[in-house]
């Protein structure tokens, strides 16, 4: 009996530490957290007040930035949209594929099938994916028929959903593709696109100034879609043609229920928001809300929109679950086709910074840009000068699922967007209209180039001369002084790295 008793006190005692020992240890994560990449279009790296901004207040954003790492020296492969997505999905140098540039709406699909991307990555690690927004890469293997089943897609390159936009809010067909299809589709009122030429009787923005709610300044004066001209010619589809005010809303929605409905497995979601990228049509109620036009509302309307994504992670209980990757697809530009204020009404703010150029520019404007790497209770706040880059993401979300993954360009840099480690890349090439130049430490090289200076259009510099350029970032963050002349040991030494890395082939671009 006496035995009994203690055989009894030494279990309940047993018991009793265990649980005293659970209580007291911190609950382990998850081995597989969500992951978020929260892309914009066309932000600049002085369009949050994170980065330095003081005109505009980016609160929402500026809660990644400042929770989070806020990277100074983050950058996209390309100073344009195509090349940038292509080079974040697949972690390859969009120089190295001649396709991608920036698409029509109706180019076929850009990224091989058989090609590497994160999705497919991810979901060889356990992952569900998804995308909600901008594309513009490319559908279908070409002569596509919007009216059926859509194909290649992001479907076929590694996501389990996607509700996309099948290339820019300016570019036809202005409609939203769901899973391969378009949703809405009236069958008895098809779709067709063309940006050869125009469907008999359809007006358009050229020939139709007296229907537009917004003038077009150069390059979009073709089908006009809710008073807004744009690129490419189309007819019927007009149940499902988009409202262009509803968008931000519409796209916030599906990213909501996304999470929503895979709250209870690992997920990735891509969204790829399509703000400030023009048209820049906000809801009624951000209009005005910047002083700064259309362009300033909707950096305030995408800034709220991710401040109710960010409600939706905490609301469904899994925001210390899951890691968060903001960034833009390329530098600011103002006026980008249309008549909308960019100009006249941006006062004090600079949407550039301190940088020079902009989008389309091989100066740092056109491919620095934000980017945050947020994690709650596992990255701790910080600022990194380390040089990252978006292509850098595939090697190291696989490395952080713990996945072989073909990384091509991809470097490994996970510690890094964890801010356990202060190092980044050596070297980087940087693209801009299918010019390339190297970015080496804290310096910057550009090969001489032939062609204008200055893209007029837009007012942005395109970050070519007949001579070689050399910029020390540390001490010239505006590239205000080439020291080529006075440098050319470091030039010499570049030269070598930027051909290392690109092969010869890059002397066939030269003015020289």
């Known amino acids: 009996m006496h035995f009994m008793k203690n055989l009894t006190f030494l279990i309940v005692a047993g018991l009793f530490f265990t649980q005293l020992i659970s209580c007291n240890e911190a609950p382990s994560k998850p081995d597989k957290p969500n992951i978020v990449i929260i892309y914009l279009d066309d932000l600049g790296y002085g369009d949050l007040s994170a980065y330095g901004a003081t005109e505009l207040h980016t609160p929402n954003m500026d809660r990644l930035a400042n929770e989070g790492i806020k990277f100074t020296s983050g950058y996209a492969t390309s100073a344009t949209c195509t090349p940038s997505r292509y080079g974040l999905l697949t972690g390859v140098y969009p120089w190295r594929d001649e396709k991608a540039k920036i698409l029509p709406g109706s180019a076929p699909l850009i990224i091989s099938t058989e090609q590497e991307t994160i999705p497919k990555m991810l979901k060889r690690a356990g992952y569900y994916t998804g995308i909600v927004g901008k594309w513009h890469l490319g559908l279908g293997a070409g002569d596509v028929n919007w009216n059926e089943y859509i194909a290649p897609g992001p479907n076929e390159v590694g996501f389990d959903e996607s509700y996309i936009l099948a290339a820019t809010q300016d570019r036809v067909p202005t409609v939203y593709i769901e899973n391969g299809y378009v949703d809405g589709l009236d069958k008895d009122d098809p779709i ?90 906000p809801h009624p109620r ?51 086709g249309y008549y909308d204020d960019a100009v006249e009404k941006l006062g004090d703010h600079t949407p550039a910074g ?145 051909e290392q890395i690109r092969g010869e082939e890059w002397k066939s671009d030269l003015s020289y």
């Open 286 to 336: 951000f209009v005005g809300k910047s002083g700064m036009g259309p362009r300033g509302d909707v950096i305030l309307e995408a800034d709220w929109c991710i401040g109710e994504f960010m409600k939706t992670l905490e609301e469904e209980g899994i925001l210390e679950n899951t890691l968060i990757i903001f960034s833009s697809d390329n530098g600011p530009v103002l006026n980008d």
């Open 354 to 498: 301190e940088l020079r150029g902009g989008k389309y520019s091989l100066f740092e404007a056109g491919t620095r840009v934000p980017f945050m790497t947020y994690w709650k209770g596992t990255i701790k706040p910080q600022i990194s000068d380390a040089l990252v880059c978006q292509i850098d993401l595939l090697a190291s979300l696989a490395d952080l699922v713990n996945v072989d993954a073909e990384a091509s360009d991809s470097q490994n840099l996970m510690e890094t967007f964890l801010g356990k480690s202060k190092s980044g890349r050596e070297n980087l090439v940087i693209e801009a209209v299918s010019r390339t130049a190297l970015r080496s430490g804290d310096w910057v090289m550009i090969p001489p180039y032939n062609g204008k200076k200055v893209n007029t259009q837009v007012n942005i510099e395109y970050g070519i001369d007949e001579n070689f350029q050399l910029y020390n970032l540390k001490n010239d963050l505006s590239q205000q002084q080439n020291l080529a002349a006075q440098r050319p040991d470091k030039l010499e030494e570049l030269i070598n790295t930027f």
């Open 192 to 281: 067709q696109v063309s940006y050869k030429e125009n469907f008999e009787g359809e007006p358009t923005g050229l020939e139709n100034p007296e229907l537009l709610t917004i003038k077009w300044h150069h390059g979009h004066n073709n089908s006009i879609v809710n008073g807004i001209p744009r690129i490419g010619f189309m007819k019927g589809g007009d149940a499902a043609k988009w409202s262009d005010v509803d968008m931000a809303d519409h796209f916030l929605a599906k990213a909501q229920n996304y999470v929503k409905e895979n709250k209870n497995r690992p997920f990735f979601l891509y969204y790829a928001l399509r703000q400030p990228h023009v048209p820049r049509t």
